[in-house]
């Protein structure tokens, strides 16, 4: 079963415009909420991530939007530029007997056009 | 450079071949993890230790067996794999126990003939 889901699956931006792409999960032991973005070739690599005791974080021109009561979180690209495209995976963590482990979304590849 | 470095990058066998892949993490970090990144699917947990001791087994077939003779390296043991195991294999790591970001590498691609 899926812990974590993912929408849209693909997003096509145009430069300058806002990237929004949206996260659901289940499970309410995960306590930690980031946001990995990948290139081609490349493995996932931190973007920006947040905690369930904030509702929102923000790094530049990036934003999570946590809510906790509806368990959902979104990420918001402001001001996306060509090189913003990549593929955005969320992910939530949770601490169990086995250690600590990220559950991840499907996955939205993203294209910002000029 | 994520201080995760995963050898070889591509790998190309057989269905009766024995293969493992590499990964060393340089980052002084106590937990390693092994994810498969397949087309269209969610990254899945494969593997993961702490201190050097298996944790989790994520009902992975036996066909895979993970190594990881000290907390900077991590192999992966492969055997009569399938074609259907024709995946980005990611190693990762992470510092303590808690809450906190992985460091991922740059995956080896592996395809089975």
């Known amino acids: 079963q899926q812990q974590v889901k993912q929408s849209p699956q693909s997003l096509i931006v145009q430069k300058g415009g806002i990237s929004i792409i949206n996260c659901a999960y289940e499970?309410?032991?995960?306590?930690?909420f980031p946001w990995y973005q990948q290139f081609p070739g490349k493995g996932p690599a931190l973007l920006i991530a947040?905690?369930?005791?904030?509702s929102e974080k923000k790094e530049g021109r990036f934003t999570i939007s946590f809510n906790k009561s509806a368990k959902q979180f979104s990420l918001h690209i402001m001001d996306s530029q060509p090189g913003d495209s990549a593929t955005y995976f969320c992910?939530?963590?949770?601490?169990?007997?086995?250690?600590?482990?990220?559950?991840f979304g499907k996955g939205t590849s993203l294209l910002v056009t000029p | 450079e994520t201080g995760v470095t995963q050898t070889p990058r591509h790998l190309v066998m057989g269905m009766t071949n024995k293969k493992s892949l590499k990964c060393e993490q340089h980052?002084?970090?106590?937990?390693m993890y092994w994810y498969k990144q397949s087309a269209k699917k969610p990254l899945e947990l494969m593997f993961v230790?702490?201190?050097?001791?298996?944790?989790e087994n994520n009902s992975v077939p036996s066909r895979f067996s993970p190594e990881c003779p000290n907390s900077s390296h991590l192999f992966l043991h492969l055997h009569t794999l399938q074609p259907e195991d024709s995946a980005l294999y990611l190693c990762?790591?992470?510092?303590?126990?808690?809450?906190?970001?992985?460091?991922f590498g740059e995956g080896s691609r592996l395809t089975v003939l």
């Open positions: 990762a790591s992470r510092r303590g126990r808690q809450a906190g970001e992985l460091f």
């Open positions: 230790y702490n201190f050097k001791e298996q944790t």
């Open positions: 499970n309410t032991a995960f306590d930690y």
């Open positions: 947040i905690r369930p005791d904030v």
């Open positions: 980052l002084g970090h106590n937990a």
């Open positions: 992910a939530a963590g949770a601490y169990s007997n086995s250690g600590y482990a990220l559950n």
